[in-house]
């Protein structure tokens, strides 16, 4: 009976771990190719397409998955409704910064953002939750801020600042959503549901004036477009999906293939550019990565 549960969790936490791959693989390579082909209608409207059909496609997914009775206990929380207004503010930010990174040829600096957002989340967790940190975390929170202060003194300009907006939105984001713990989509889709009247409205004004590329004249850019929904929703379903099978610790160590995969296309693909100083930055950022990936290996 015993290696019969064995075999079991054997098989959950290598389809966790699969499902988790795949969920970062998308993130960081469909997910940037797919952006980048439609970042020549604006960044402005690719961010409104994305709030847009990620709430529908999201309507989609609570009626599917029978998940109303859910949705109707978390808005009858109004601690829970307030959270989720601020965390869909920063999701919101997160968006539009990463989808300007791609219009803008700056996937790397993106990268460098989600290179150090878990080993921000842990730094966060010890300054709002008190979680401890041990020796070779401290070590990892110490160079991620000696990379960012090392480009701070030597060329202002140098430093990812969009990078940096994500990895801090980010941060944040799931700083407020850990404090709240409501079910990922359906939280999501109240987030979305906020943002839904301003995107709708900012939509509605770029029509007014002409500036739209989503018309009924051009029906395959449309049914592109809304492919924003899905490309949102679906890496977000395999990530979270492959987390309840095995756990933060492995799929911690898994998610490095989202910024991994997003330095190599904007480095090799996409031929962005990338200073020495730069790269003695990452290189910093690269070792604080190891160390945390190590430490989560041995605990």
Same mark, same amino acid.
């Given at each position: 009976?015993?290696?019969?549960?064995?075999?079991?969790?054997?098989?959950?936490?290598?389809?966790?771990?699969?499902?988790?791959?795949?969920?970062?693989?998308?993130?960081?390579?469909?997910?940037?190719?797919?952006?980048?082909?439609?970042?020549?209608?604006?960044?402005?409207?690719?961010?409104?397409?994305?709030?847009?059909?990620?709430?529908?496609?999201?309507?989609?997914?609570?009626?599917?998955?029978?998940?109303?009775?859910?949705?109707?206990?978390?808005?009858?929380?109004?601690?829970?409704?307030?959270?989720?207004?601020?965390?869909?503010?920063?999701?919101?930010?997160?968006?539009?910064?990463?989808?300007?990174?791609?219009?803008?040829?700056?996937?790397?600096?993106?990268?460098?953002?989600?290179?150090?957002?878990?080993?921000?989340?842990?730094?966060?967790?010890?300054?709002?939750?008190?979680?401890?940190?041990?020796? @070779?975390?401290?070590?990892? &929170? *110490?160079?991620?801020?000696?990379? %960012?202060? =090392? $480009?701070?003194? /030597?060329?202002?300009?140098?430093?990812?600042?969009?990078?940096?907006?994500?990895?801090?939105?980010?941060?944040?984001?799931?700083?407020?959503?850990?404090?709240?713990?409501?079910?990922?989509?359906?939280?999501?889709?109240?987030?979305?549901?906020?943002?839904?009247?301003?995107?709708?409205?900012?939509?509605?004004?770029?029509?007014?004036?002409?500036?739209?590329?989503?018309?009924?004249?051009?029906?395959?850019?449309?049914?592109?477009?809304?492919?924003?929904?899905?490309?949102?929703?679906?890496?977000?379903?395999?990530?979270?999906?492959?987390?309840?099978?095995?756990?933060?610790?492995?799929?911690?160590?898994?998610?490095?293939?989202?910024?991994?995969?997003?330095?190599?296309?904007?480095?090799?693909?996409?031929?962005?550019?990338?200073?020495?100083? @730069?790269?003695?930055?990452? &290189? *910093?950022?690269?070792?604080?990565? %190891?160390? =945390? $990936?190590?430490? /989560?290996?041995?605990?």
């Amino acid at each position: 009976m015993l290696k019969i549960i064995n075999i079991m969790k054997n098989k959950d936490f290598s389809k966790g771990i699969a499902l988790t791959a795949l969920g970062s693989f998308w993130w960081g390579v469909i997910g940037v190719l797919y952006f980048e082909s439609i970042s020549f209608i604006g960044h402005i409207e690719v961010v409104l397409h994305r709030c847009i059909w990620t709430t529908f496609f999201l309507v989609l997914t609570t009626i599917y998955f029978s998940k109303w009775k859910i949705f109707k206990l978390i808005i009858k929380n109004y601690n829970q409704l307030i959270t989720l207004f601020f965390s869909g503010f920063l999701i919101f930010i997160n968006w539009a910064v990463w989808i300007y990174a791609v219009a803008n040829n700056q996937i790397i600096d993106a990268s460098f953002g989600y290179f150090i957002m878990p080993i921000l989340s842990v730094f966060l967790g010890n300054i709002f939750f008190k979680e401890k940190l041990n020796k @070779k975390r401290r070590l990892s &929170i *110490l160079l991620v801020l000696i990379s %960012i202060f =090392y $480009l701070l003194f /030597l060329d202002i300009k140098a430093i990812p600042w969009v990078g940096l907006v994500v990895a801090l939105s980010w941060g944040f984001y799931n700083l407020l959503r850990k404090k709240i713990n409501v079910d990922t989509d359906v939280g999501l889709l109240i987030e979305s549901l906020f943002i839904l009247p301003f995107a709708i409205v900012a939509f509605y004004l770029i029509v007014q004036n002409g500036q739209n590329d989503f018309n009924f004249t051009n029906p395959s850019l449309m049914f592109y477009l809304l492919l924003a929904g899905p490309m949102t929703v679906i890496p977000l379903f395999l990530y979270v999906r492959g987390v309840e099978l095995c756990g933060l610790g492995p799929t911690g160590m898994i998610f490095y293939i989202t910024p991994t995969f997003q330095f190599i296309l904007g480095f090799f693909y996409y031929n962005e550019i990338f200073s020495i100083t @730069k790269l003695v930055s990452f &290189i *910093l950022i690269w070792i604080a990565v %190891i160390i =945390y $990936l190590k430490d /989560l290996y041995e605990n």
